[in-house]
């Protein structure tokens, strides 16, 4: 998340700035009591608020915020039933590490943990390990540290050595929590770049970056750039023909934030998870195609072999003996609930309509836009729900920073952005089909689209001159 740095200007003690009055109407019986200034924004009040004013204040300037569910950006969960809202709403004072104090929500989280483990095909669901967490980061994270102390083991006669720095190889295109991994770790990252129409990792790219010093390969199930999948197997298959030669074993991670919640229901003859001997581990995001709002996110390792005890920490706490493995120790228990929830509600066919319903509205409005001839798609919604396009070659007028700046005066929220190395001549607009984009939705954004780019088509050029600063989309 970014930092804030604060109080902005004008600062709240400058008696020249004295900001205007609240509604009278916000207070109490008396629409006048105590109500001649405004509470100050960047320090504690001197003196408390009425519930309701107070209420009002925050509400009222979280409407400037954008319409979650017309942010066609992000890939968390914008839309649950009211039943698990409900639910959430019961369990939101738990403390999820307080697990003798809740067990029935510890008893859930370990359910859901082997649900998991049988939707991903471990061989020996009783021998897998997992948990939650708050997010696919954390859960990255977890399982980075996992690959690290698995490589250290292996090699304790050669590191710590200053000579020696482990190295973990990945696709440019991974989550900025790899990146953070790896330098929050001391990790190298060692990253296969983009090359032509192949916008993901290639697997014997990978492979020749692989060395004694490999940690582990990552695989992404699911990019965030264009929606497609990286092909595990295939990677698997070049890191075994890689160790007939070297003998070098090395371990994939499969990150699968959002691909790891669709393939096993809508594509159940791909291997990309535990059927694959090479993959140790696997991540997920809940709060993704999951279903369930942030922030919940699941990492699970074949067996325990996979995951070193030492890593474990078993924690006398509360009077209980505590099992833990997280990066944060207090959170809410609401979404570890609303998961299981959600697991209950739906059952495998119920996910396996609600995510083809989800690949159905992006492929359809995929071939929309394709449709438009002022657009050159870069995937087609057929593996995430998830589609990419770019303006065409004889679009001269404007970009695709035009097009999203002038989307989101409609109150759409369509990103733009410019692609890593080595293809940053190459600038997007992605759209991310979630349960709660209805078709109907995807009707108005086309007739949206159909209506802004007459006048597009007429500008002299594009208007955007600072394509960073474009668009506040970043992966």
């Given at each position: 998340m970014p930092l804030h740095h604060g109080p902005h200007p004008p600062q709240d003690d400058d008696r020249d700035r004295r900001r205007l009055a609240v509604n009278p109407f916000h207070a109490a019986a008396d629409p006048l009591g105590g109500m001649t200034e405004a509470p100050p924004t960047h320090r504690i009040p001197d003196t408390p608020l009425p519930p309701e004013t107070a209420y009002r204040l925050v509400h009222d300037e979280l409407m400037l915020d954008g319409n979650a569910r017309l942010n066609l950006a992000t890939f968390v969960t914008t839309w649950m039933e009211p039943q698990a809202g409900v639910l959430m709403s019961e369990c939101r004072d738990k403390n999820m590490i307080d697990k003798d104090e809740y067990p029935r929500t510890a008893e859930l989280e370990r359910r859901c943990v082997a649900m998991l483990a049988g939707l991903w095909h471990a061989p020996d669901p009783e021998a897998v390990v997992g948990c939650s967490t708050t997010g696919s980061s954390e859960a990255c994270m977890l399982a980075g540290m996992a690959l690290k102390r698995r490589w250290a083991a292996r090699n304790g006669d050669r590191y710590p050595a200053k000579d020696v720095r482990p190295n973990l190889v990945m696709g440019v295109n991974v989550q900025v929590c790899w990146e953070k991994f790896c330098t929050f770790w001391e990790v190298e990252a060692r990253q296969v770049p983009m090359e032509g129409d192949r916008f993901h990792l290639d697997p014997q790219a990978a492979a020749e970056l692989c060395d004694e010093n490999t940690i582990g390969v990552v695989g992404i199930l699911g990019s965030t750039f264009d929606g497609s999948y990286e092909p595990v197997a295939d990677l698997c298959a070049a890191l075994d023909a890689l160790q007939e030669r070297t003998?070098?074993?090395?371990?994939?991670?499969?990150?699968?934030?959002?691909?790891?919640?669709?393939?096993?229901?809508?594509?159940?003859?791909?291997?990309?998870?535990?059927?694959?001997?090479?993959?140790?581990?696997?991540?997920?995001?809940?709060?993704?195609?999951?279903l369930v709002y942030p922030g919940v996110g699941w990492a699970l390792w074949r067996d325990a072999q996979a995951l070193p005890e030492e890593l474990v920490f078993r924690v006398n706490y509360l009077g209980g003996d505590m099992p833990t493995f997280a990066l944060n120790?207090?959170?809410?228990?609401?979404?570890?609930?609303?998961?299981?929830?959600?697991?209950?509600?739906?059952?495998?066919?119920?996910?396996?309509?609600?995510?083809?319903?989800?690949?159905?509205?992006?492929?359809?409005?995929?071939?929309?836009?394709?449709?438009?001839?002022?657009?050159?798609?870069?995937?087609?919604?057929?593996?995430?729900?998830?589609f990419a396009f770019t303006t065409a070659d004889d679009v001269t007028a404007y970009d695709v920073f035009d097009v999203s700046r002038r989307l989101r005066e409609e109150g759409w929220l369509v990103p733009a952005y410019t692609f890593p190395p080595h293809r940053e001549d190459l600038s997007v607009l992605r759209v991310v089909c979630r349960n709660g984009f209805s078709a109907d939705m995807a009707d108005l954004l086309v007739e949206d689209l159909e209506r802004l780019l007459p006048e597009l088509r007429r500008q002299p050029h594009p208007l955007t001159r600072d394509k960073g600063a474009a668009t506040g989309f970043h992966h």
């Amino acid at each position: 998340m970014p930092l804030h740095h604060g109080p902005h200007p004008p600062q709240d003690d400058d008696r020249d700035r004295r900001r205007l009055a609240v509604n009278p109407f916000h207070a109490a019986a008396d629409p006048l009591g105590g109500m001649t200034e405004a509470p100050p924004t960047h320090r504690i009040p001197d003196t408390p608020l009425p519930p309701e004013t107070a209420y009002r204040l925050v509400h009222d300037e979280l409407m400037l915020d954008g319409n979650a569910r017309l942010n066609l950006a992000t890939f968390v969960t914008t839309w649950m039933e009211p039943q698990a809202g409900v639910l959430m709403s019961e369990c939101r004072d738990k403390n999820m590490i307080d697990k003798d104090e809740y067990p029935r929500t510890a008893e859930l989280e370990r359910r859901c943990v082997a649900m998991l483990a049988g939707l991903w095909h471990a061989p020996d669901p009783e021998a897998v390990v997992g948990c939650s967490t708050t997010g696919s980061s954390e859960a990255c994270m977890l399982a980075g540290m996992a690959l690290k102390r698995r490589w250290a083991a292996r090699n304790g006669d050669r590191y710590p050595a200053k000579d020696v720095r482990p190295n973990l190889v990945m696709g440019v295109n991974v989550q900025v929590c790899w990146e953070k991994f790896c330098t929050f770790w001391e990790v190298e990252a060692r990253q296969v770049p983009m090359e032509g129409d192949r916008f993901h990792l290639d697997p014997q790219a990978a492979a020749e970056l692989c060395d004694e010093n490999t940690i582990g390969v990552v695989g992404i199930l699911g990019s965030t750039f264009d929606g497609s999948y990286e092909p595990v197997a295939d990677l698997c298959a070049a890191l075994d023909a890689l160790q007939e030669r070297t003998g070098l074993d090395i371990p994939v991670h499969v990150d699968g934030a959002s691909g790891a919640m669709v393939a096993p229901f809508l594509d159940e003859d791909l291997f990309w998870d535990f059927r694959l001997p090479r993959v140790a581990s696997i991540n997920t995001s809940g709060h993704k195609y999951g279903l369930v709002y942030p922030g919940v996110g699941w990492a699970l390792w074949r067996d325990a072999q996979a995951l070193p005890e030492e890593l474990v920490f078993r924690v006398n706490y509360l009077g209980g003996d505590m099992p833990t493995f997280a990066l944060n120790f207090s959170r809410p228990g609401a979404q570890v609930v609303a998961q299981y929830y959600t697991f209950l509600r739906l059952g495998r066919e119920g996910y396996r309509a609600v995510q083809q319903n989800a690949r159905d509205i992006a492929g359809s409005l995929a071939r929309r836009v394709a449709a438009l001839d002022d657009f050159r798609l870069l995937t087609h919604g057929e593996e995430l729900p998830v589609f990419a396009f770019t303006t065409a070659d004889d679009v001269t007028a404007y970009d695709v920073f035009d097009v999203s700046r002038r989307l989101r005066e409609e109150g759409w929220l369509v990103p733009a952005y410019t692609f890593p190395p080595h293809r940053e001549d190459l600038s997007v607009l992605r759209v991310v089909c979630r349960n709660g984009f209805s078709a109907d939705m995807a009707d108005l954004l086309v007739e949206d689209l159909e209506r802004l780019l007459p006048e597009l088509r007429r500008q002299p050029h594009p208007l955007t001159r600072d394509k960073g600063a474009a668009t506040g989309f970043h992966h």
